[in-house]
C-alpha cells in the first residue's frame, strides 16, 4: 500500500489478446529529523502496472501530480537487453486504487497543526476503485465452530 503522487501521466496500451494495462510512476516522500536537527526527505519513485477495468480509470482520471492511494502486490520482471546484460524492474501490480484529489480544489490543512479539516456536508468521500471480485460472505452457524 503507497499514498503518493503520480509522476508521468499513465500510458494506456492493449495487448495483442485485447487487455487493457496501464503504466504509471507514483513517488512517495519520507521525512525524518536526524541527529544535529536538521529536518532530512527522501523520495522513492515507483512503477505501478494497472490491467483490465483499473487500467482504464487510471487512464481516464490520473494526470502527472494527482494524489493518489494504490494498493497491490510486488512483482519483479527480468529480461536480457540488447548487449545480453540481464535487467530487473520491479513493479506494484496494483489492485486497488483510490484517488485522493478532489477535482478544482486544494488541500487544505489545518494552520499549526498540519491536520487535515474535517470533511464537510458536501465532501463526498472517495470510493475504492478494485479490479479483483468482491468474495461472498457466507452465514457462520455457532454449530460449526470446533471449539
Given at each position: 500500500?503507497?499514498?503518493?503522487n503520480?509522476?508521468?501521466?499513465?500510458?494506456?496500451?492493449?495487448?495483442?489478446?485485447?487487455?487493457?494495462?496501464?503504466?504509471?510512476?507514483?513517488?512517495?516522500?519520507?521525512?525524518?529529523t536526524?541527529?544535529?536537527?536538521?529536518?532530512?526527505?527522501?523520495?522513492?519513485?515507483?512503477?505501478?502496472?494497472a490491467w483490465?477495468?483499473?487500467?482504464?480509470?487510471?487512464?481516464?482520471?490520473?494526470?502527472?501530480?494527482?494524489k493518489?492511494?494504490?494498493?497491490?502486490?510486488l512483482?519483479?520482471?527480468?529480461?536480457?537487453?540488447?548487449?545480453?546484460?540481464?535487467?530487473?524492474?520491479?513493479?506494484?501490480i496494483?489492485e486497488?486504487?483510490?484517488?485522493?484529489?478532489r477535482?478544482?480544489?486544494?488541500?487544505?490543512?489545518?494552520?499549526g497543526?498540519?491536520?487535515?479539516?474535517?470533511?464537510?456536508?458536501?465532501?463526498?468521500?472517495?470510493?475504492?476503485?478494485?479490479?479483483?471480485?468482491?468474495?461472498?460472505?457466507?452465514?457462520?452457524?455457532?454449530e460449526?465452530?470446533?471449539?
Amino acid at each position: 500500500m503507497i499514498i503518493g503522487n503520480v509522476t508521468r501521466d499513465p500510458e494506456v496500451r492493449t495487448t495483442p489478446g485485447g487487455q487493457t494495462v496501464a503504466n504509471f510512476g507514483v513517488a512517495t516522500n519520507f521525512v525524518w529529523t536526524d541527529q544535529s536537527g536538521h529536518k532530512q526527505e527522501k523520495a522513492e519513485f515507483h512503477n505501478v502496472v494497472a490491467w483490465r477495468k483499473l487500467a482504464d480509470i487510471c487512464g481516464q482520471y490520473l494526470k502527472k501530480g494527482s494524489k493518489v492511494y494504490v494498493e497491490g502486490r510486488l512483482q519483479t520482471r527480468t529480461w536480457d537487453d540488447q548487449n545480453g546484460v540481464k535487467r530487473y524492474r520491479t513493479e506494484i501490480i496494483a489492485e486497488n486504487m483510490i484517488m485522493l484529489d478532489r477535482p478544482g480544489a486544494t488541500l487544505a490543512t489545518n494552520k499549526g497543526t498540519g491536520e487535515q479539516p474535517a470533511p464537510t456536508d458536501n465532501y463526498a468521500q472517495p470510493e475504492p476503485i478494485t479490479s479483483r471480485p468482491t468474495p461472498v460472505e457466507e452465514e457462520i452457524n455457532v454449530e460449526d465452530i470446533p471449539f
